[in-house]
Every structure is written in C-alpha cells, then in structure tokens.
C-alpha cells in the first residue's frame, strides 16, 4: 500500500480552528497534513511575499493547497518552493468534495446533447441581426442555429441567411410549414431541415440536409415509424421526434411516445423540443430543463430543439448547456445527479451556511477594528466589528445600531455600502443561499458569473472612504495585511498551536482595507513587494 499524500494548507490564524476540524476528518489513509500558519490574521489578504518569507513547508510534503481567495499566483509559489501549488475552494467545509473526498472527480467539460437554438421570427429579420443573434446564441452553448419561418410570412432572403450563417462557421437548420422555405434551405446549404413527415419526405431524398421526422399529428406514432422505416432502408441519416406536447395538451401521452419510439428503435438519433414546456409552463426554467434533459439521458435523445422568446427563458440555452454537462457526467458515473456543481441550483444552495453561529461568535470576539464584518448562519445576518456583534433577519433593521457604534450617520457612502450588503445577506439567509462579503451571490446557470483574476487583488471600491473626510477616515482605517501578525508555524495532526507568540513588525508600506478588501499600495502593487 502507497503512503499518504502529505498535503499542506495555507492558512491565517482566523481560519486555521476550522481548517483543523475539516482536515482531521481526512481519511489517513490517503491523507497526511500539516497546516501552514502564516501568522497574518486574515488568510484571503495574504500576498505571494507574505507567503514566500513567512511560510516553511514541512519535509516531505508533495502538495501545497492556498485558500480559495488568496490572490498569490500558485505558478510562481509552486516555482519558489519546488512543489506543485493550486488554489483550493472558497470555503473550507468543501474541502473534502474538492479532494474528491465526495466518491467522484467531477468532469463537466463533455456532454453528448446537441442544441439546436431556434429564432423564431427570423423571417422578420435583416441578415445583419439574425448573424448576430446567431453568433450571440453559439457563444452561449447553441451547436446549430434554427431558422424559423412564421405561417403567412414571406421569408425572401432566407437563402441570404443561411450563407452568412454558414460563412461565420455555424451549423443551421431551417425549421418551417412551408415546403417551399425547407426546399430554398437546403438548396442554399443548411445542414438540417425540420420537420418533415411521411407526406413531405420525398425532400430528404433531393438533398444532403439531415431531416427532422415528426408524425403527421402528434398522436399519429403510426406515421412516424413509417417515415422511420423509408430513412432506414434507404441507408440515409435522419433524426426522429415524436413531439413533446404542453401540460393538459398531451404532456404525459408524449413522454410515453418517445419511449415507446426509443423502444422500438432503439438505435437511431432522436430529438426533443423543449420549448413546449419551458416556454409554456411559467415556472423557472431551469429546473424544467433539468428534468427534460434528465430524459434525453435516459432515452439517449442526443438533441434538443429550444426557444427562448419568454422573458423566465432568457437564459435557457445556458441552461441546457449546463444541464447536458451534468447529466453526461452523472450517467457516466452511474449515479444520481447530485453532486456535480452548483450550475443547476439557482435559487437554493446545498450547503448554504459555511460556519455556525459559534464559530462566528468566535470570529467575532477577535475582531480588534471598526471595519464591519457580515456573515450569514441558520439563525440569520451576523453584522460585527470590534464594538458589535448583532444578529437579525431584516437588513434595515440592523441601521439603529450601526449608526450608535459606528460612523455610517456621517459616512453617507459606507451606509450605502452596507444597506447594498445587508440587503444581500437578507436575500441569501431567505434563499438558503451562501453569502460571501463583497462577492455577488451565485446564480448558476440562471446569470452569468463575474469573470476576474484570481491572482490580483480586487480594486478599491468607491463607497467606504468617500466624502469630505474621506482621507481622514482612510488614514484611521489602514490596515496592512500583516498588521497583528503572529510569527508563522507549521503544524499537523495533534500538534498546540503558538497563537501567542509575540507579533512581528509590519513591512513597510503595505495598504488598506476597503470596503472589506485588501488594496495594496499602488507602488509597491506595481514591483508585486508586499
């Protein structure tokens, strides 16, 4: 049997209690540890010099993991102390999941699920829009744009689109009632046609276009296993659709078609439009979809035709793309969907609350300046600084006693600040969502997330030092980030920490705290010095 990998978790005193009790949980069979004190207060503002002159690694150590939002570069560190560095997860009670403690390494980067993204009133658009529709819908997970034509509308520069569509690099599908339309489609070179049935199939014969078979009505499977049976013996490739009909119209009856067709053809390709039921149930699209593709996994449907033309589907083609990307993995796994991300989770999170009510308690009481520090536990908002330590569910309620221990009846712009974040928290404590100070709350598929660097430090933002004193109050709150450092240790399992040890001498220069952010002295930024 191989020896345990010996991990090493860099950490600041704040967090090293919790990052204990989370490690010493690690099965020891396959994990050794040690914890890297650095010795500074807050672990998240430590800078890549911090941890170079302050952090010793134990010998024999294989792996270094940084805190989620340390900003040091892990390429630079892994360099200076000749081991492989990474950054780890933003809270320590998923560290085991992100060891692949949770019985998987989860892979969201295959799926096997095309998406064909339809433009519904193409017919009344110019060129010019529909290639930067098409364009925008392929940049958020489409495979092949759908050109929809509408009943009684001309589509005279249809074979237009269908160039310029072509010419960027893109699939397209030509979706009409008009025989004619599918006919100036695929002459023009679109790539599928839908839908065809057993009285129009003589088209599929006249073109390379891959086609879309449907029944001639919904409840008619009789026609579409006749359609089925001419594509098979001519050898030519096609898709298959038993029509996925709205809730009261044939919901249920539908489901049971495509079964039936899977079971009776249990090799061809299939597809589902989705659109009947996100477009038509006002109900949050992302759980719908989930479900809908949860299907195309289990029947092997490896399409899906969607529209997004309601404003609660907005975001339904990166819905989809996150749901194909899930249920691939879970089904490859032979397992339940559970477990792989948050993108499927809009409104709820898993594990919301990352510390209890004691442990934030115990944060609190070592809290020694004004800045305001706000968490978020089962039992609501925890609002603290050195001077307070309240607990509520209201965000407007927690302003008497801010104004009384604090400067937020002066400092119009910090009050601002913290309404913006009080409110936030209130949002995530009434969702069960997790709530990160500064950080916008996660949305998953449902909004795009912020792109940033997680090697810099965020910006100063503009509210908690602004107005008239605004360089006084700057001045008073200046907080370098080893400011109250203790001298660094390494320790491991059962090893006494010296959270006594007498404080070193802060470097010279450093920052500032603002609005809960580290901001490095712009020169010393510039030469990457702490």
């Known amino acids: ?92 009670v998923d560290l085991p999941a992100y060891l692949g403690l949770a019985g998987r390494t989860v892979d969201l980067s295959r799926h096997d699920l095309r998406i064909f993204s339809e433009i519904v009133d193409a017919s009344k658009m110019t060129p010019e829009q529909i290639l930067a529709k098409g364009l925008d819908l392929a940049r958020r997970g489409a ?65 390379d276009a891959v086609p879309v078979l449907v029944p001639v009505r919904p409840d008619d499977l009789a026609s579409l296993d006749r359609a089925i049976e001419r594509m098979e013996k001519a050898g030519r490739p096609y898709m298959a659709d038993p029509i996925l009909e709205p809730i009261h119209f044939g919901f249920v009856e539908s489901i049971a078609r495509y079964h039936e067709t899977r079971r009776r053809w249990p090799g061809i390709e299939m597809m589902m439009g989705t659109g009947n039921l996100t477009e038509l ?23 899906v035709l969607i529209v997004q033309v309601s404003n609660h589907t907005r975001r339904t083609v990166e819905e989809h793309d996150a749901a194909r990307r899930v249920m691939f993995a879970a089904r490859a796994d032979s397992a339940l969907p559970k477990g792989y991300g948050r993108a499927l989770l809009a409104l709820h999170d898993k594990r919301p609350y990352v510390q209890t009510p004691d442990e934030i308690a115990v944060q609190a009481a070592e809290v020694k300046d004004p800045n305001y520090r706000i968490a ?26 801010l104004q009384r221990t604090g400067t937020v009846g002066s400092d119009g712009a910090h009050a601002f600040y913290l309404g913006g974040e009080l409110t936030k928290a209130e949002t995530a404590w009434r969702l069960g969502k997790r709530y990160v100070q500064d950080e916008a709350l996660a949305w998953g598929a449902a909004a795009d997330a912020a792109v940033e660097d997680t090697t810099a430090f965020k910006k100063a933002g503009h509210t908690k030092h602004s107005g008239p004193a605004g360089a006084e109050i700057a001045a008073r709150d200046a907080t370098p980030p080893e400011a109250g450092a203790v001298a660094p240790e390494t320790t491991g399992p059962g090893e006494a920490g010296a959270g006594d ?30």
């Open 1 to 92: 049997m191989s020896a345990p990998e010996h991990l090493v978790f860099i950490t600041g005193r704040m967090a090293k209690a919790r990052l204990e009790k989370v490690a010493a949980t690690l099965p020891p069979e396959r994990y050794a540890w040690s914890i890297a004190d650095a010795g500074v207060k807050v672990a998240a503002l430590m800078t890549e010099e911090i941890i170079r002159r302050r952090v010793t690694i134990p010998d024999g150590a294989s792996r270094i993991i940084l805190p989620g939002r340390c900003r040091a570069n892990p390429e630079a560190l892994a360099a200076h102390f000749g081991l492989p560095v990474e950054r780890g997860p933003d809270e320590i």
């Open 376 to 401: 978020v536990a089962e039992d609501g908002i925890h609002v603290f600084n050195r001077d307070i330590h309240a607990i509520g569910t209201d965000a407007m309620a927690f302003f008497p006693d």
């Open 501 to 530: 040890a007498v404080s070193e001498t802060p470097p010279e220069g450093g920052g500032r705290i603002v609005c809960g952010k580290f901001v490095p002295d712009a020169t010393r930024a510039a030469t990457g010095k702490a």
């Open 143 to 207: 495979d092949v744009i759908d050109l929809g034509g509408l009943p009684d509308t001309d589509f005279p520069h249809l074979e237009a689109c269908v160039r310029l569509l072509k010419g960027a690099g893109l699939k397209v599908s030509v979706d009409s009632f008009s025989l004619d339309e599918l006919t100036r489609g695929a002459r023009a070179g679109a790539d599928y046609l839908l839908s065809l049935n057993e009285q129009t199939l003589d088209l599929a014969f006249e073109t």
């Open 281 to 303: 149930t006002e109900a949050d699209s992302l759980g719908v979809t989930a479900l809908l593709v949860g299907m195309c996994s289990e029947l092997a449907i490896r399409n």
